[in-house]
Structure formats: C-alpha cells, structure tokens
C-alpha cells in the first residue's frame, strides 16, 4: 500500500508560482512512474506532468516551459513547479504513483487545491 499526500496548494496571483509536493510512505517509489494531474472545476480529470523511473518526463501542452516535475528518490517525494500560473490553472492537483509492471499498483492522493485569481 502506498500512501501519497499532496501539499503546497493554495491562493496565487497570475504570473505567480507555487511549488507542490508528493511525499509517499508505506512503499519506496523510485520504481514507479509518478505523475500530477489536475481536475478543474466542471471538468475531467486531466494529465499535467509525468517522470518515469529513468527520469524521462512529459508534460500538457497547455504547462509546457512553465511547470516542472521533479523527484527526489532519497525523500520518496516528487515536486511539480509552477511558475508564471494562469487563470486556467485553477484545478485541484492529484499525485500518481503507478507500475505497469509486477507489483502493478496505481494509488492516488488526495488533491490539494491551486487558485489562480487577481
């Protein structure tokens, strides 16, 4: 079982930056594929960043040049930056821990909430 609590969320101005952070516990994630994906409001959930186990990583369009996905295997933690946010970035942000390979797992946290807003 992997437990991931999301943190960092909050109120920020356009053009602002925030940094959220994903600190698992209850399994090492160095092995996973660890992602951030976000839920605006009326909407689907939806992909923003993603760092495999090799560190390769991809990103929305829409947050390309502007987030950044990193992890620190010693803290079993992953960060995502944001910088120059938009409205449009408003959305409750989830971590993802997955494995597509034994053990297979894929375990969600909670979601910590980002308001873009003047």
């Known amino acids: 079982q992997v437990q991931l609590v999301e943190s960092g969320g909050g109120l920020v101005q356009p053009g602002g930056s925030l940094q959220l952070s994903c600190a698992a516990s209850?399994?090492?994630?160095?092995?996973?594929?660890m992602g951030w994906y976000r839920q605006p409001p009326g909407k689907q959930r939806e992909l923003v960043a993603r760092?495999?186990?090799?560190?390769?990583?991809n990103y929305a369009d829409s947050v390309k040049g502007r987030f950044a996905i990193s992890r620190d295997i010693a803290k079993n933690t992953v960060y995502l930056q944001m910088n120059n946010l938009k409205l449009e970035d408003t959305a409750v942000y989830y971590c993802n821990a997955n494995r597509q390979t034994w053990p297979l797992y894929n375990y969600w946290g909670q979601g910590t909430q980002v308001t873009v807003s003047s």
């Open positions: 760092i495999n186990i090799g560190g390769f990583t």
């Open positions: 209850g399994r090492n994630i160095s092995t996973a594929t």
